[in-house]
C-alpha cells in the first residue's frame, strides 16, 4: 500500500507545470517600490482566479488538487519532516516536533459548525475576508488562504500576526492569541509557532504585492497602513516583525518551495518571496549606500576632427558599483555614458575644449573630479565642395545602397550626376 501511495505522489509530480526559469528576469537589478511593483506585474500575468471550492480538491485543474497538493504533510527532499502521513497540514495543529493534537483527512471533517479543537477544518484568510469584503481573486489565492482548524480560526479571528506579550488563549499546537508585545502597536494580536512564522510572512508579503493596486482600501486590516500602491503597504511595526519572521525566526525552506510550485501549478503564479527571498528587504529595508565612487583617472581627449573629440579614462571602484559617468565639457554636463570612453559630437572647428569626467554610483552617490583633458578641434572640414559617398550597404540579393552626403550648403540637381559600376576590371558599364 506504501508503495502505491509514493507511486501517485510521483505522478502527480510530473503532472506540474513548474515555475519558469524566466519568470523573475524583468525584475532583476531593482530595488525598493520598484521592485515591488514589478513583482506585482509579475505575479499577476497569467494568474488565474479558482473557485472557492476548488481549494479543497483542486478537481483536476492543471494537474493540481489544490490543498491535497499544497497542505499535505508528506515527505520533503530536504528539511525537516513531520508524521509524512499524507494528511492535512495544518499551519495551527501541526506539532513538528511531536505527535500531532488531532488530524485531518483532506475531504472529511470540513466545516460545519465547531464547538472544540479538532471538530472540523475550513479556510483560514491570512488577511481577512472582511479587508477585501471576500472579492474575487483574493478570496480563493491559495497563496494566503491555507486550510486549518475551525477552531483556531475563529480565535485567530481577524486579529493581526504579531509576537504576543501575554497569551489569553493558546492552541493546542502553541499559536497564541493575547496582547501586542510590539512597540507601534497596542492591539490583540496573534502569533504562529516559530516554525510557521516565515511561510505566513511570506504570505502576507505576497498579498500586498499581488494586489498593490488595490489594498490601499483594505486597511480595515490592521496591518495595512493605507498608502498608496508604490508604497509600504504595512504599518513599520507590522513590517518589522514580518522581515524578523520572515529572515530570522523561520526562513523559506524545501517544505514551501514545493508548495510554491504546486500552488504555481493551481493558480498559474508564485509567491515571489519564497523563490527570492532577498526581494523583502530589497523592497522594505533597502540597503543605503552613502559611499561615493572613486575618481576616474587617466582620462584623455584624443582624436580631435572638425567638430568632435574622443576621450577614454580609467574606471573609477565603488563600494557597490559605479553605473556611469558625466561627461563635462569646459566644466558643464555634456553627457552620460555607462562606458569608460565617450565621443565629444557637435564642437566648432578650431576651438580648444577642455574636459572632465565623474564617477557614479546607483544612488547617485558623486565622485570627485576625474584628471581634466584638453584638445583642439581640426581647422573647418564642416563643409566641402561636392557630394561624397559616406555608406555603402551590402543587402540580400540584388538589395545595395549607396549613401550619398551633401555637406556643401546649397541644394544640388542630382540629374547632373550619374553613376557607373566597373565590372571585374573589364571597363565602365
Ligand atoms: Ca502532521
Ligand atoms: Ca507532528
Ligand atoms: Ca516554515
Ligand atoms: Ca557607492
Redesign the pocket.
Known sequence: MKHIYILVVLISGLCYSQIPTTYYDSAEGLTGFALKTKLKTIVSNGHQARSYGQLYDGNGINGSNGYIDTHSDKTVSSGKNYESDGTLLDMYSENPSGTDPYNYNHGSKKCGSQSSEGDCYNREHLVPQSSFNSAFPMQSDIHHVIPSDGRVNNFRGSYPFGNVASANWTSQNGSKRGTSAMSGYSGTVFEPID?????IARALLYFVVRYEDTVKSYSSFAMFDGSNENENAFFPWAIDVLLDWHNNV?P??Q??RDRNVAAYAFQNNANPFVDHPEYASLIWNPVTDNEAPTAATNLIASNPKGNSIDLNWTAGTDNIAVTSYDVYKNGVKTSSTSNTSFTVTGLAPNTEYCFTVFSKDASQNIAPSSNESCETTLEGNSSSNDLFISEYVEGYSYNKALEISNFTGSSINLSNYSIARDRDGSGVV
Open positions: 516554525e510557521f512564522k516565515g511561510d523561520d523559506v525552506d517544505r514551501e
